[in-house]
């Protein structure tokens, strides 16, 4: 135990805990930014956030079709709501007659040139004027939600030619099955796309990087710093020497679990007292089925937060298999340029990897279980690695 | 020289140079091939449409609006047209003039369908689209102000004094430049819609950053490896024992400079003609870029690429092989100005990370209304960040046309300053 707690003291060495906290900071600073700060108008006041919430409070998660029609109108009037308000203080508009959005969007159906003309020429004065705002990103943002959230309502009245498309868009047959089956359901999730897709996507992209990078940080240079310094001839002259390369593997291993722990404790720690605490009520809903015309089916049957459990598993299982991997590598880097030149690729590579997985993560779009295959293959591959060396240790010369 | 000459050997035999050059390259000729496979989807395919595109030059030139172009191009559409149709009879059994029908059915089928089949569908659906898109192309131009959106961002980040001033005059600057678009005929050359093709965005946005990163990435290594190689042996009590011991920083850093230099030149050489093996640009080199066909997509909205001065596809491209190599030789400068700090290569590489990223944050957080946050946002670092916007429109920090001889001037300063006084410390220092 002694010898595992100094390995442990060698791998925390204060230099990189300063490294990765740096590391940390920057990348919470550039991507992280909704997750710590709420603008005045940010995500926390999202029409379909309010009124998601007000709706599961009243109906709970699943609701019928009806209701989730309810849901999508009522999104889209709150996104109407300020956008009406400042097309009724435009000259241009007054003098077009057109006194709200919804007016102006007719203009559409027309199908006429001229009218298409007028539209174009309306919109752009309207999202200028939005612009110039002191509310400005936010109302242009309402802009384009209003336009999503009219297609939602469009979705859901003319839902059964929408699922037959939405059947024939997707790759296998055993994908439309499963397309058709949560189409089919009588209840439907009330959980909003945005808490699902978009910013927390961001967010799990960059909390994947930040524990790799944590990871490779603290275990990256561990034993190169041993296979520089010479003692490995001197240690294993004893019969504890001898047993040092697995307690080293416990201790790289250790090290990488509580250094992400870490990680995962400090985004838990913004993510439920920041912006996206209102994504809470959410946890309960199912994840397949949405209102938005644009979601996802998924493979399985599982709520939000489970999803979101999910996520941080996979993420974590990842970060530990790369760990391992760069453990592996650096049992044979004789120099820290020799590891960093490991690190380089294994590092994009694991992050490119992280990434794909989590675009269309447990997606129909995707073969079922390719996400249990590649983070069993992450993890036990090197794991394997690490104790076919740890035998040829016990086995081989070491004076050779 | 025999000691130069050993240095490089010393270099170009080393593993990490040797198997990192090797997985680079495998990187990025994967991206290339997985572009040209049309990996995204399966309703779309660059490839084809860049092919198709160019193949349509061959036949009716590169000037939209000239008479012969016209005439030459409806009868290219009328043969696709045509096909289209015995397609759609041949896969339904069906017929129909309906072109988004048609369109839509066979879509709707793709996945059934043989790669022959597909590259069919692919060709016709990029001639087709090429008549809406050559329709419509001035939409992006004519209804951009750019004085006024400069105004809007003004008022919208509440800049005042210089960077009010600033974005204002180049705001200007980029209006007098549409206006030279549309009169001296940039404006009515064809080039590879970007929206069907991305060829911009993939080739200078995709492939030129990950070509600049990976230079720059083993140009640190190979910089802070001969730098700090006797250090790293235990040798450098022998080594710069003597005179010309002394000497051996100055072979060092030209081995590993003009070996840093010679890592972009290696992987251009291969990636760069697999690229247009694959992508075949013959009819468009001379071209301009600043056409209204090049908008591509970039957050929420569609951006046009609109360059400072007048450049055809060819020039561009090789000023943007040439500003890489100008940045990789700023990367190599100050990774030696920072191996000579530091005697731990991971310490050293560290360091060079962590001040990478915070020199790319620096100008967002100093205060807007002096010129600080235009002149550091002027680095190699956020230069690299916004690879395929290079001598062209591009954010409001970055855009000004002598944004690049600012920074080259500014940041071949700031390491000839460091180098200098860490080579004054070397010198001095007891070894």
């Known amino acids: ?400 | 020289m025999r000691v130069f000459i050993c240095q490089l050997k010393r270099i170009f035999r080393a593993p990490f140079f040797l198997g990192l050059l090797a997985v680079f390259l495998a990187f990025d000729l994967y991206l290339v091939f997985s572009e040209a496979s049309g990996h995204k989807n399966d309703w779309e395919n660059c490839r084809r449409s860049v092919n198709m595109v160019n193949s349509v030059a061959e036949e009716t030139g590169t000037k939209i609006n000239s008479t012969d172009f016209k005439k030459k191009f409806a009868v290219v559409l009328d043969s696709h047209k045509r096909d289209l149709k015995s397609f759609y009879h041949q896969k339904t059994g069906k017929e129909s003039d309906d072109l988004s029908v048609m369109l839509d059915n066979l879509e709707g089928n793709i996945y059934q369908m043989t790669r022959g089949e597909k590259n069919r569908l692919y060709d016709d659906t990029t001639v087709l689209n090429m008549e809406n898109i050559l329709q419509n192309r001035f939409g992006v131009y004519r209804n951009t102000d750019f004085k006024k959106d400069g105004e809007t961002y003004i008022h919208e980040e509440k800049l005042e004094g210089f960077q009010a001033e600033f974005i204002r005059k180049n705001s200007a600057a980029l209006q007098s430049r549409v206006k030279e678009i549309e009169t001296d005929g940039e404006e009515d050359e064809l080039y590879f819609p970007g929206n069907m093709c991305r060829t911009h965005g993939f080739l200078y946005g995709i492939l030129f950053r990950a070509l600049v990163f990976e230079s720059a990435l083993l140009g640190v290594l190979i910089m802070m490896y001969i730098v700090n190689f006797e250090f790293m042996h235990g040798t450098q009590a022998l080594a710069y024992s003597s005179r010309r011991g002394r000497k051996l920083a100055t072979n060092q850093f030209g081995a590993a400079f003009i070996s840093g230099l010679l890592v972009p030149a290696l992987l251009m050489a291969v990636v760069l003609p697999a690229y247009f093996a694959l992508f075949n640009f013959s009819n468009l080199w001379n071209v301009s870029v600043s056409s209204p066909l090049n908008v591509e997509m970039s957050g929420i909205g569609f951006f046009p690429v609109i360059t400072w001065t007048r450049m055809t596809v060819l020039q561009y491209l090789w000023a943007t092989i040439g500003i890489a190599f100008a940045l990789q030789a700023v990367f190599c400068l100050l990774a030696f100005a920072v191996a000579v700090f530091f005697r731990n290569n991971y310490a050293g590489f560290i360091i060079y990370a962590i001040l990478s990223m915070g020199i790319i944050m620096i100008p967002e957080r100093l205060p807007w209304s002096t010129p600080l946050p235009v002149i550091t946002a002027a680095n190699p670092f956020t230069a690299w960040k916004n690879c395929g916007s290079w001598l062209a429109l591009s954010e409001p920090t970055l855009t000004y046309p002598t944004y690049f001889p600012v920074l080259f001037l500014l940041w071949g300063a700031i390491a000839a300053v460091v180098i200098f006084f860490g080579v004054r410390r070397f010198r001095r220092a007891d070894l």
């Not at chain 1, 242009?140 to 939602?152: D, G, P, Q, T």
């Not at chain 1, 009330?190 to 910013?199: F, R, Y």
Request: glycine share 6%; hydrophobic share 45%.
């Open chain 1, 1 to 400: 135990m002694r010898i595992f707690c100094q390995e442990l003291k060698k791998i925390f060495s204060w230099k990189i805990i300063l490294a990765v906290l740096a590391v940390t900071f920057f990348l919470y600073s550039a991507r992280m930014k909704g997750l710590v700060w709420d603008t005045p108008s940010g995500y926390t006041k999202n029409p379909e956030i309010v009124v998601g919430t007000e709706m599961v409070h009243k109906y709970g998660p699943a609701v019928n079709k009806a209701q989730q029609l309810e849901f999508a109108e009522k999104c889209r009037e709150e996104a109407a709501k300020p956008l009406n308000k400042r097309i009724s203080e435009l000259q241009e508009f007054r003098s077009a007659k057109i006194h709200s959005i919804d007016e102006m969007d007719a203009l559409l159906s027309q199908n006429d040139d001229a009218d298409m003309k007028k539209y174009s020429e309306l919109y752009h004065i309207l999202e200028n004027s939005l612009r110039s705002s002191p509310e400005g990103g936010f109302l242009v943002y309402l802009l384009f939600y209003y336009n999503n959230a009219k297609s939602s309502v469009d979705y859901l009245q003319h839902y059964d030619e929408f699922v037959k498309e939405k059947v024939q868009s997707v790759p296998t047959e055993k994908a439309k099955k499963r397309v058709s089956e949560v189409m089919a359901r009588p209840e439907r999730s009330l959980l909003p796309n945005v808490p699902l897709k978009g910013e927390s996507d961001g967010f799990t992209e960059c909390l994947a990087v930040i524990l790799l990078a944590t990871v490779m940080l603290f275990i990256g240079p561990y034993l190169v710093r041993e296979n520089r310094s010479g003692v490995k001839s001197i240690a294993y002259t004893c019969r504890s020497g001898r047993a040092v390369f697995g307690t080293q593997i416990a201790a790289a291993a250790a090290a990488a679990v509580v250094a992400m722990l870490v990680q995962i404790a400090v985004f838990l720690a913004f993510y439920f007292t920041g912006p996206h605490r209102v994504d809470l009520p959410f946890f309960g809903c199912d994840i397949s089925g949405l209102y938005d015309i644009n979601s996802d089916t998924y493979w399985w049957n599982m709520t939000f937060g489970q999803f979101f459990a999910w996520r941080g598993l996979i993420m974590f299982l990842i970060a530990f298999g790369f760990g391992l991997i760069i453990f592996a590598a650096s049992r044979f880097c004789k120099n820290y340029i020799a590891m960093l030149a490991v690190m380089a690729p294994v590092g994009l590579a694991g992050a490119k990897l992280m990434v794909w997985l989590f675009d269309r993560l447990f997606s129909v779009l995707r073969t079922q279980h390719i996400e249990i295959t590649v983070c069993a293959l992450v993890v036990l591959a090197p794991l394997a690695v690490c104790l076919i060396l740890l035998h040829r240790e016990k086995t081989k010369e070491i004076l050779s």
